[in-house]
């Protein structure tokens, strides 16, 4: 078989751990297949270089087995490659039999709250890209030198790890990758206290245990809970025998023994509220307050409990407020797009033109442009089998896109484009970890594009010369 007609050609957009999941299934099963990830910034892996906590390095090992996924013959990497400006999904039609869309979720969810807009009112999800080094994320700015007390709406992993990145001594931070724009901010930090405001009770805090324990452990850091919001309704008391998971009921027996031993006076708080909800956010020009009404747990339809308001409420003074509830995907150009659900709208990972619509033969989504911002990294690989067991179903029937053309990266020279190469990003991975080292931390990340693709460039040229 020639190198330039494979047996099947699949585009796949996001080089983050769905992506490669994907490209791992479909390499193992299809022989001769190639796979093409296109990612728009000149980097890959996604959230797990720019979401993942900078202290949590153990996550992030699982590169290594996206390194082995790139190694396999067939795969090809194009960084700083955007769909809608470089490349048109016409474009990808014409040269591939199947495209995969694998572009995560890159916006928040909102509240709709009045005073959402209000200066120190930020999305957890802008924190998080901006001490992780994102180049979307890294001119926005935090007032973390005048703030003392932070509200954080939600209590999932992502509040948990803006918690502890708040309440950590800036040196805990200082030898991984964090961002050096993030830390030199924290170093001037003032916060004292985080509340995180749940509007569920402590049975159904999404907070795994792991994340709150991290927290107890942090030098200077008392976990406070209230004993009222410590306790257990019946009707979650019942759900949680018969349905709770086993994290579940850990959180709650972490969450008692931290009501019963109070406070030990430490400089430093994570304070955990439940059957709380925001209603607005209040301030002259900047946040000062947030109000919030307390909530009782009924029994939905299926007995799930569901929150519910019970008539009163309180505002509580902050000096900054994370909304953390929740990341939501953005329309891309020539995609179908679930504007309720902020998703690609899908059958089984089988792309519909619209919700209910008919399936575009020879398109896919997995990941959380299929399914919604849930689950861990792990998932991804269940999820990614799945749509690309869809995939070998409609190959064996027939239903593939008639690409025209052999080799994308013809037309992406032609029209100009710089792409990365996955040789190039081991170069550019390889001096990061160099630079790093020299300043004694793990990894010293280029954040903007143009200084990712100047080092690009400069590497290359090395590589040229010296061999």
């Not at 306790?231 to 994290?247: F, I, N, Q, T, Y």
């Not at 989504?365 to 861990?376: E, F, M, S, Y």
Request: overall charge neutral; aromatic content about 6%; proline content about 5%.
């Amino acid at each position: 078989m020639q190198a330039d007609k494979p047996a099947l050609r699949v585009a796949v957009v996001g080089a983050g751990p769905s992506a490669f999941y994907t490209a791992e299934a479909l390499l193992k099963q299809t022989p001769g297949i190639q796979v093409d990830l296109f990612d728009r910034l000149p980097v890959p892996f996604g959230l797990v270089r720019t979401g993942v906590a900078p202290d949590h390095q153990n996550i992030k090992g699982v590169v290594k087995v996206y390194d082995k996924i790139a190694a396999t013959t067939g795969f090809r990497f194009f960084g700083n490659v955007r769909l809608g400006r470089d490349l048109a999904v016409d474009d990808l039609t014409a040269h591939y039999h199947q495209v995969v869309y694998a572009f995560g979720c890159e916006s928040d969810t909102k509240l709709a709250v009045p005073g959402e807009d209000l200066a120190g009112v930020h999305a957890a999800t802008d924190f998080v890209g901006w001490y992780n080094g994102h180049t979307d994320h890294r001119a926005h700015r935090f007032d973390l030198a005048n703030a003392r007390r932070v509200a954080i709406v939600g209590n999932g992993n992502v509040a948990m790890d803006v918690a502890r990145v708040l309440l950590a001594p800036a040196d805990h931070l200082a030898s991984t990758d964090i961002a050096d724009h993030a830390l030199e901010v924290l170093r001037t930090s003032r916060v004292e206290e985080v509340v995180l405001l749940g509007r569920r009770g402590p049975a159904q805090a999404a907070f795994s245990p792991k994340e709150i324990e991290e927290i107890a452990e942090l030098p200077d850091v008392d976990v406070l809970v209230d004993p009222a919001d410590a306790a257990v309704d019946p009707l979650s008391a019942a759900w949680l025998e018969k349905e709770g998971a086993r994290s579940q009921q850990r959180n709650v027996k972490f969450l008692q023994e931290r009501a019963a031993a109070g406070g030990s006076g430490k400089h430093k708080r994570l304070r955990c509220r439940f059957l709380v909800g925001p209603t607005a956010i209040l301030g002259a020009g900047k946040v000062q307050q947030v109000r919030i009404e307390h909530m009782q747990l009924v029994a939905a339809a299926d007995g799930t409990p569901r929150p519910q308001p019970r008539g009163t409420s309180e505002e509580l003074a902050v000096d900054l407020l994370f909304k953390a509830i929740g990341y939501r995907g953005v329309p891309v150009p020539d995609v179908p797009f679930d504007d309720k659900k902020g998703i690609v709208p899908n059958v089984d990972g089988r792309v519909v033109d619209k919700p209910g619509g008919a399936v575009r033969t020879g398109h896919y989504a997995v990941g959380w442009c299929k399914r919604g911002p849930t689950g861990l990294i792990g998932t991804n690989s269940l999820d990614a089998k799945a749509t690309v067991e869809a995939m070998r179903q409609d190959a064996g029937a027939g239903k593939l896109l008639q690409p025209r053309l052999a080799d994308i990266a013809r037309l992406l020279q032609a029209r100009g484009v710089d792409a990365v190469s996955w040789q190039d990003w081991q170069r550019l991975d390889a001096f990061e970890l160099q630079q790093g080292q020299q300043r004694g931390k793990l990894r010293q990340k280029l954040v903007g594009i143009d200084e990712m693709m100047a080092q690009v460039r400069a590497l290359r040229a090395a590589a040229a010369k010296s061999g």
